[in-house]
């Protein structure tokens, strides 16, 4: 029997692993409005103007929705979602540039937007500096600074309830190349901001580490990036080995004290928080994060011969529950 089979133990891809003890069927991305293989690329760079000052406003939208979502075959969880979709919208900006943040609750809670960067303190988005109820709007502006790999969340009372139910995102901050006096340092400056010609030789990815509770007695019953279980299973990652690889990371996974990230037969640099233009770790295969912990894992398969190649949790448990995915590597126009 094929692996395209109709057995519905066949494993969803070739070279499928972990015994096929995980999910079967697959996900109505369409219903859920949002796609685990999109959400890798897709970069939400708002809009801009030119200020009288010279600097650049970047302006989001973000709106928060009651929705309920797919997060494995069959298994629906009641979200709390910004733009309807978990996790929110990956924001990108630039060093040195003013951020306006318009945000709108549309949602059945009181919410906000606490932003993992510098800030004055009516914009950290704290229960005593403001949530936003129901129906109402609020505006956050502050300089992007500093550079690196951040998220964004609710921070309204409960805050577990908050960001266990879907209310976070990666906001990815680029570095000003013209701040680095060494030009070494400038050219990787370079090669991290968005539609440069350094950038476009990168294969970037946004991968958030996330889980949930579906019958919410503390603990988390499917595990996933970027929400949905085994979406990078059924759908491998394809990879260019021509090109090296650059992941934006940031774990959200609630009740859980750790994630972890694993890459199969291949090691890594990380740059921990994404603050330094230097590795905070060289040549490791398995990083660490807590809660709200990120950071920027860069790597090439430039070396390796074609073929699928694993990434997952190593914890066994949450790999068998749905966070493990494949990396389909493959030359120019393999």
Not at 45 to 73: C, H, N, Q, S
Not at 106 to 126: E, T
Request: a negative charge; proline letters at 7%.
């Amino acid at each position: 029997m094929s692996a395209m089979s109709a057995d519905p133990y066949a494993a969803p891809m070739p070279g499928m692993a972990h015994g096929n003890m995980t999910t079967l069927g697959s996900v109505d991305h369409a219903r859920n409005g949002f796609d685990p293989t999109a959400m890798l690329t897709d970069w939400d760079t708002g809009t801009t103007e030119l200020l009288p000052d010279g600097r650049t406003l970047r302006t989001f939208e973000v709106e928060a929705y009651d929705k309920e979502i797919e997060i494995a075959p069959g298994i629906f969880f009641p979200a709390w979602t910004y733009n309807n979709r978990v996790p929110g919208p990956a924001l990108r900006a630039k060093e040195g540039e003013k951020l306006r943040i318009i945000f709108r609750n549309f949602g059945s809670h009181p919410h906000s937007m606490h932003f993992h960067g510098i800030h004055s303190a009516r914009m950290d988005g704290v229960p005593g500096a403001g949530l936003i109820g129901p129906g109402e709007e609020f505006v956050y502006e502050f300089d992007a600074k500093p550079f690196g790999c951040h998220l964004y969340h609710c921070h309204a009372l409960p805050l577990k309830r908050h960001m266990h139910k879907g209310m976070y995102g990666l906001f990815v901050i680029d570095p000003d190349p013209s701040r680095q006096t060494d030009p070494a340092l400038a050219a990787v400056a370079a090669s991290r901001v968005l539609g440069s010609p350094e950038n476009a030789l990168w294969q970037e990815l946004a991968m958030v580490m996330n889980a949930f509770d579906t019958n919410f007695d503390g603990g988390n019953e499917v595990y996933a990036v970027n929400t949905v279980g085994q979406a990078y299973m059924n759908v491998p990652i394809p990879i260019d080995k021509t090109r090296p690889v650059r992941i934006y990371l940031v774990n959200v996974t609630e009740f859980d004290p750790i994630n972890s990230f694993h890459l199969h037969a291949n090691f890594f640099d990380y740059y921990d928080t994404g603050t330094q233009l230097t590795p905070t770790l060289r040549t490791v295969d398995l990083i660490m994060q807590c809660q709200a912990q990120r950071g920027i894992l860069e790597f090439s398969f430039a070396d390796h011969e074609d073929g699928m190649y694993m990434f997952h949790a190593h914890q066994s448990e949450f790999t068998e529950l749905g966070w493990v995915g494949m990396f389909d590597v493959r030359g120019p126009g393999a």
